[in-house]
């Protein structure tokens, strides 16, 4: 696996880097200060979250149930990032502004029954890995769906065309080592959820 090569590149993405992060506080933003704007189609985002975590009502060995749902819906989710990126950049674009603003969302709804600790608790532990995760990952999906723009564009320059492609090919490879990063954080980070996270909000 190419791991130098990996971190290396970061490097040079650290405006796609920038974008996602940008993208994805603007969501926050928007989610915690104009929820009601939104409250229809967050509310159907949240029942498919509901939906995810009733999987596991019921079940004997909660915590490895709950890590286990938790692991599996964020890994795929992870590598839907990156790939459908190459449909022009357009999903991870929405994946950050949708994920932001349920966070928003979320995190206002909280502060209205809860304090600002409970609030922390319950999304710090397993946040501080899970959200970089995902922008790094929505960051290598834009890159490769510019670099798609960048090679039909560049149709009639070969050159430019050539050049893209090239970018195209070397950052596909990159993928293998960054999909395993990504999930890799993913999965500690749904063990840190289902155990770390669920015993403080007890707590």
């Known amino acids: 696996m ?3 090569e990996l971190f290396k590149h970061f490097g040079e993405m650290k405006h796609y880097l920038i974008a996602s992060v940008l993208v994805f506080a603007a969501g926050l933003v ?4 104009y929820p009601d704007r939104f409250q229809a189609f967050l509310d ?7 939906k995810i975590s009733g999987l596991v009502k019921g079940k004997e060995n909660l915590n ?3 890590f286990i749902v938790i692991f599996l819906n964020n890994a795929i989710k992870s590598l839907m990032f990156v790939y459908l990126g190459l449909f022009f950049g357009i999903l991870p674009l929405m994946v950050l502004l949708v994920n932001g603003m349920l966070l928003g969302y979320v ?8 304090s600002l600790a409970y609030v922390l608790k319950g999304i710090l532990p397993h946040g501080i890995l899970e959200i970089p995760a995902i922008i790094v990952a929505c960051a290598y999906g834009l890159r490769l769906g510019i ?8 149709l009639f320059s ?8 090239a970018e195209f090919k070397r950052v596909m490879r990159l ?6 990063l990504v999930v890799g954080t993913l999965l500690l980070a749904a063990v840190v959820e289902s155990t770390v996270t669920l015993w403080l909000l007890k707590g």
Do not use: C, D, H
């Open 175 to 180: 993928t293998r080592p960054l999909i395993l």
């Open 64 to 66: 490895l149930w709950l």
């Open 30 to 33: 928007l989610g915690t200060m």
């Open 2 to 4: 190419k791991w130098r």
């Open 158 to 165: 070969p050159k430019r065309s050539g050049n893209a492609a």
């Open 147 to 154: 670099l798609v723009i960048k090679m039909i564009g560049g």
């Open 44 to 50: 159907q985002q949240m029942q498919g979250l509901e």
């Open 107 to 114: 995190i206002q709804y909280q502060m209205e029954a809860q």
